[in-house]
């Protein structure tokens, strides 16, 4: 994990957004790359507001970067967590009538005042109030005591502008035509934020006060011509071969011998199986880096293991270093090429390396 890197693209997101801030996601143990040492990272460089889904993680962030002026929960918090959110200054989103009552008389319980956003579903269909259904019951958690709505915030569906650029702007919209009630309720302007990585690269225009950024602060899904910042992968997953073996042709590997040798050739056991996030579609797939060069994933993947067909005479040993994300002999292969194979997104391959995998960081 190159810390230099995360920072790197932390400043360049940071300087194309203008006048609107950063919003770090850190959700997720960071979308795998490790909780408190981001968001430790991240604070050091001068990011000061953070989002995460769940009120132990903020806490924990609260911890790694005590400066943050914002420690946004985007899930719906419990009231039995409110104590421990005052304390900690903590700031859950309020997502529904029920969730800020429940919340503001846990507030008042607790003798505090709680910060918190309102959150509008205004097309996603997940947390949120229906908008514009719901618009006057959102603007209602301004008055609730115990409460201090301090900001509005909504999250896209869809961002296809060439496709289906309506989607994003009805979102946008609805959003806009909400703010006059929920404003005048809180008697102040309220911070805003709408947008996460794909809307800052492709709806500038969706920006408001802070763009809520995941995907590109760790290198991914900026991949269109357009885009409007450049950011690196920040993780590389590495192996170690666990045995080589020179087999003839015809060698069957693996369960269910989905894999035979066409040809003699140096078969590498390595360690790394689906137990560990490896996902087993990459069986007969995916390619790991070797000795500087691509090499297939034979056979089904394993628990534990998975087996590269090296070819003839590879020069490889057991101890070797294998690359399955990361870049190794000016060979590349990151998230999105094992999530193309997998059917799934770069979201999916860095959230599920297992936690047991040992985390290094370079880059201080
Ligand atoms: C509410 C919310 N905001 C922002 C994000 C960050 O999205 P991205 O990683 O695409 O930038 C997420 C990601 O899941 C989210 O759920």
């Not at 920040?234 to 693996?254: C, D, E, I, N, Y």
Request: aromatic share 6%; net charge positive; charged share 20%.
């Amino acid at each position: 994990m190159d810390l230099g890197r995360l920072r790197g693209n932390a400043a360049a997101i940071q300087a194309s957004l203008g006048g609107a801030g950063m919003l770090a996601v850190i959700k997720s143990d960071a979308y795998g790359h490790g909780l408190e040492t981001v968001a430790a990272s991240l604070g050091r460089a001068g990011v000061s507001r953070f989002a995460v889904a769940y009120v132990a993680e903020a806490a924990a962030v609260r911890v790694a970067a005590p400066a943050a002026e914002l420690v946004l929960v985007l899930g719906a918090a419990c009231p039995a967590e409110v104590p421990r959110m005052l304390r900690e200054r903590l700031t859950p989103v309020v997502v529904s009538a029920e969730h800020g009552r429940a919340l503001s008389a846990a507030a008042v319980a607790a003798g505090g005042r709680l910060g918190v956003h309102v959150k509008l579903d205004t097309g996603m269909g997940r947390l949120g109030f229906v908008c514009p259904a719901e618009t006057a019951q959102a603007a209602e958690v301004c008055r609730l005591p115990g409460l201090e709505v301090r900001g509005v915030c909504t999250h896209f569906a869809m961002v296809e502008p060439e496709k289906k650029p309506a989607a994003a702007r009805g979102q946008a919209e609805k959003f806009r035509q909400a703010l006059p009630l929920i404003e005048a309720a809180a008697g102040r302007r309220l911070f805003r934020h709408m947008s996460s990585s794909r809307a800052a690269l492709l709806l500038p225009e969706c920006d408001q006060d802070a763009v809520r950024m995941g995907i590109s602060l760790y290198g991914y899904g900026a991949a269109e011509q357009d885009k409007r910042f450049a950011t690196v992968p920040v993780l590389q997953w590495k192996s170690r071969v666990m045995q080589v073996k020179t087999v003839p042709a015809g060698f069957a590997v693996g369960y269910y011998a989905s894999y035979k040798t066409p040809a003699p050739t140096d078969l590498a056991t390595i360690s790394c199986g689906y137990t560990d996030g490896y996902q087993r579609h990459l069986g007969n797939k995916g390619q790991v880096l070797v000795g500087g060069k691509r090499r297939p994933v034979v056979g089904r993947v394993s628990m534990n293991w998975i087996s590269a067909d090296l070819g003839p005479d590879s020069g490889v040993k057991a101890g070797d270093e294998v690359v399955l994300i990361g870049e190794q002999g000016g060979e590349r292969i990151w998230a999105d090429e094992l999530a193309k194979h997998c059917g799934t997104i770069a979201y999916e391959i860095l959230t599920g390396i297992s936690r047991q995998i040992e985390r290094r960081y370079v880059g201080g």
